[in-house]
Nanobody, 119 residues
C-alpha cells in the first residue's frame, strides 16, 4: 500500500524558515509528480507548489521568491523549503502525489503537517 508521510512542520516566527519533507513508501514503480497543498483555518485547500518527475516546478504566486520545491527520486521524497515565512503561510501542509504502483496509477495524500507562523 502506498503511503505519504510529511514531516518538518512547526512553530516559527515571521521571517523565519522551515523545510518540509514528504516521503512515499510502498510498492512504487514511478512517481509521476508531487505537490504541496495547504489549508488555512476556515479556508479551502490550495496548491502551493508542484514538481514533475522531470523536474519542472510550479509555485503559486504568493510564495514565489520565498519557497522552493525539490525532489529526490532515489528517496521517493519531495521537499518544500520555506523562507521569509509570513502569518498568511499558517496552515496544514499536505503532500499529494500521482504514483504508479502495484495498485496501478493512483492519487495519494499524506495526513499533513502543521505550520504556524507567529507575527
Amino acid at each position: 500500500q502506498v503511503r505519504l508521510v510529511e514531516s518538518g512542520g512547526g512553530l516559527v516566527q515571521a521571517g523565519g524558515s522551515l523545510r518540509l519533507s514528504c516521503t512515499a513508501s510502498g510498492s512504487i514503480f514511478r512517481i509521476n509528480d508531487l505537490a504541496w497543498y495547504r489549508q488555512a483555518p476556515g479556508k479551502q485547500r490550495e496548491l502551493v507548489a508542484g514538481i514533475t518527475d522531470g523536474g519542472i516546478t510550479h509555485l503559486t504566486e504568493s510564495v514565489q521568491g520565498r519557497f522552493n520545491i525539490s525532489m529526490d527520486n532515489a528517496k521517493n521524497s519531495v521537499y518544500l523549503q520555506m523562507t521569509r515565512l509570513q502569518s498568511e503561510d499558517t496552515g496544514v501542509y499536505y503532500c499529494n502525489a500521482n504514483i504508479y504502483s502495484t495498485n496501478g496509477v493512483g492519487n495519494y495524500w499524506g495526513k499533513g503537517t502543521q505550520v504556524t507562523v507567529s507575527s
